[in-house]
């Protein structure tokens, strides 16, 4: 294996950058990465890792091991401290909508955000959810 392509679907590539997130519970992220936060399922090696995809962009998640070499420091929960993704999508809010149905906890409710660079002026919709290690995801338009 040199790069790793086999482990994504047939015609994609792997994104520049591409989080690898220390999972508690590889079974319990994958379903919650694919089943509310809309990803899909590209790649599993069960008990170890899988990969999942939203547009152009990966996640690893990988199940904690205590003698991983990637983990450097003894982690205790939640894993997430401190990281947050941001995820770009063209309307965040079926995605909300479809947490809200489920009941899941939102971190950050859906909020209009307003911007200004130069003489322009942008608006982003967006809200925030934690995944079941503490892993911030920002979903946003």
């Not at 990281?83 to 971190?107: F, G, N, Q």
């Amino acid at each position: 294996m040199s790069d790793g392509d086999q482990l994504i679907k047939e015609g994609q590539s792997w994104a520049i950058i591409v989080p690898a997130l220390v999972v508690s519970s590889l079974e319990r992220s994958v379903d919650v990465y694919t089943r509310l936060f809309g990803f899909e399922l590209d790649h599993t090696e069960p008990e170890r890792f899988a990969v999942v995809q939203l547009g152009g962009g990966q996640i690893v998640l990988n199940q904690y091991r205590p003698d991983d070499p990637m983990v450097v420091a003894e982690l205790s929960t939640p894993f997430g401290r401190g990281v947050a993704i941001h995820v770009r999508t063209s309307d965040p809010k079926p995605v909300y909508e479809a947490l809200r149905a489920e009941k899941y906890p939102i971190y950050v409710p859906m909020e209009l955000s307003e911007f200004t660079q130069g003489d322009q002026r942008y608006t982003m919709t967006s809200f925030v959810v934690q995944d079941p290690d503490g892993y911030l995801l920002r979903f946003s338009d």
